[in-house]
């Protein structure tokens, strides 16, 4: 009766050692879903914010055709580091706007590319 | 006799055991529903903000971009409020379109040009903490959205907009 009553004790014992493990998965599962979830929602905030501002920037350089010095090569604001690259080719303005992370420049968030048609072209004194 | 002793031992050091076991699973399963529900509270959050930074942005942004014509944009003041006024022609007949932020909502009045509508009568288009419009250098308008989640983004304005 004791050995009976042990051994059910035993084959309970292993019944909620696999629940336990099945849990244990299902958890690491359920608990990684939630990070990403966390890190996709992060990443969409800040691509949203960081392409808010290249269209700015874009929006800025499309109304003022800036070439020279008026638009530095790359400012900070509070989050991002914002690079733009200019060239002009055949009286056509093209500038590459680079949003990155404040803290990790080579951390690209997102780009955008202006154009901007240029009938003076003769005014442009090279990239800077 | 010493064996039932021994045997009622082990049986409440396995039950014991057991109770541990079962409470280290009750932990685990509220600490897994709490990250999850305090996670799906963050990313409910990140999207509200989302949306109030960036729809209403995104809305005037499009309806400016839709009525850049030469003279169509203008922006000025009442009740200490900015109003961006966006005009076009239709069959001939000037109309104009009015939005402005009026008792926590951004609203939107279409109408003709001279016609009795007041500010009052605009359609609520979204909720927000306030919105502001301001003509920067002549063809840059700044829109800008009011409140902890607010944003704003700068419009290259073509027909380069003035202040009344």
């Known amino acids: ?128 | 006799m010493a064996r039932p002793i021994k045997s009622k031992k082990s049986q409440s050091v396995q039950f014991l055991f057991t109770l541990v076991l079962f409470l280290g699973l009750v932990l685990c399963s509220v600490f897994v529903i709490t990250f999850g529900a305090r996670v799906y509270e963050n990313v409910g959050q990140r999207m509200e903000e989302n949306f109030t930074g960036i729809t209403a942005i995104s809305y005037v942004a499009n309806k400016v971009r839709q009525m850049d014509e030469a003279g169509g944009i203008s922006v000025y003041q009442d009740k200490g409020q900015d109003i961006l006024r966006l005009e076009q022609q239709i069959s001939g007949k000037r109309y104009q379109t009015l939005i402005y932020y009026l008792d926590g909502t951004i609203r939107e009045l279409f109408t003709e040009s001279g016609a009795p509508l007041t500010l009052d009568d605009g359609i609520p288009i979204l909720e927000s903490e306030g919105i502001r419009f301001i003509l920067e250098e002549p063809g840059i308008l700044k829109i800008e959205t009011l409140g902890d989640q607010g944003d704003s983004i700068l419009l290259a304005v073509r027909s380069e907009g003035r202040p009344l």
């Open chain 1, 1 to 128: 009766m004791n050995q009976r009553n042990q051994s059910k004790s035993q084959l309970f014992m292993m019944e909620f050692l696999i629940v336990l493990l099945l849990f244990a998965v299902c958890s690491a599962i359920c608990i990684s879903a939630f990070v990403r979830a966390d890190h996709i929602s992060r990443d969409s905030v800040q691509l949203n914010r960081a392409l808010t501002l290249a269209q700015s920037v874009a929006e800025e350089i499309k109304a003022t055709g800036l070439v020279n010095g008026e638009v530095p090569t790359y400012f900070f604001n509070d989050d991002f580091y914002v690079r733009i690259d200019r060239v002009v080719e055949d009286q056509i303005l093209i500038a590459d706007i680079t949003v990155s992370r404040k803290d990790d420049a080579n951390n690209r968030i997102c780009q955008i590319q202006v154009k901007k048609y240029l009938p003076e072209e003769g005014r442009y004194e090279g990239n800077d």
